[in-house]
C-alpha cells in the first residue's frame, strides 16, 4: 500500500486551511504538525498566526506590526514563533504522530532553516502528509512536493467535498 501524501495547492483565500482543519478535527489524535491561520484587526488581515496541532500552542506566524527585518509583502516573519511552535510541532508529528500535517509551505515559512530541516525530515519520513503549497511558489521544497505529492487545486467549486475524501485517503493509507 502507498503512503498517502496529499499537497493542497489554490489562490489565496480559497479554503486550503479550512480545509486542513477539518480533516485534522476529523482525524482527532492521529494528526500532528502545525496550522496557520488569518489573523483580522477590524474585518482586516493583519498577519497569520500559527498552531502546533499536537499541544495547542499558538504564536505570531507574521504580522504587520510585527519587528524584524524578515519581511514578505507588507508582513514581518517571526521567526522565533516559527522555529519553536511551528518547525517543532513538525518533528514533534514525525516522531510521534500517525498523520503529519503541514499548513502552509509557502514564503513566508520558507524563510526559516529549521522550517524547511523539519519539512524535509517528515517528507524522508513514511508517514502520511498533508500539507498545503503556495500556488506560485518556486523554492524547490514546494517544487519537490509538488513533485512527489498528489497535488489537489482547491477551486470554490470543489471545496466542500474535499474534507471527507482527503480524511478517507489519510485513514486508508
Known amino acids: 500500500m502507498t503512503i498517502a501524501r496529499i499537497g493542497l495547492t489554490g489562490k489565496p483565500g480559497v479554503g486550503k486551511s479550512t480545509i486542513i482543519r477539518e480533516v485534522v478535527r476529523a482525524l482527532k489524535a492521529r494528526a500532528g504538525g502545525m496550522l496557520t491561520a488569518d489573523i483580522r484587526e477590524r474585518g482586516v488581515r493583519a498577519g ?13 506566524l507574521a504580522h504587520i506590526h510585527q519587528r524584524g527585518t524578515t519581511k514578505v509583502g507588507r508582513y514581518t ?18 516522531a510521534h504522530a500517525d498523520i503529519i500535517v503541514i499548513d502552509e509551505i509557502g514564503p513566508m515559512e ?3 532553516k529549521r522550517f524547511i530541516e523539519a519539512v524535509e525530515r517528515a517528507i524522508a519520513s513514511d508517514k502520511p ?30 471545496r466542500t467535498e474535499l474534507a471527507p475524501a482527503l480524511v478517507d485517503k489519510l485513514r486508508n493509507k
Do not use: P, Q, W
Not at 497569520?48 to 505570531?60: A, C, L, M, V, Y
Open 110 to 112: 520558507l524563510r526559516s
Open 48 to 60: 497569520f498566526s500559527i498552531e502546533d496541532i499536537s499541544t495547542g500552542k499558538r504564536g505570531i
Open 129 to 158: 502528509m498533508l500539507v498545503s503549497v503556495h500556488f506560485a511558489s518556486h523554492h524547490k521544497l514546494v517544487k519537490r512536493v509538488k513533485r512527489e505529492f498528489e497535488i489537489i487545486e482547491v477551486t470554490v467549486a470543489n
Open 77 to 94: 516573519v517571526n521567526l522565533a514563533d516559527l522555529d519553536s511552535i511551528g518547525a517543532d510541532a513538525i518533528l514533534n508529528a514525525v
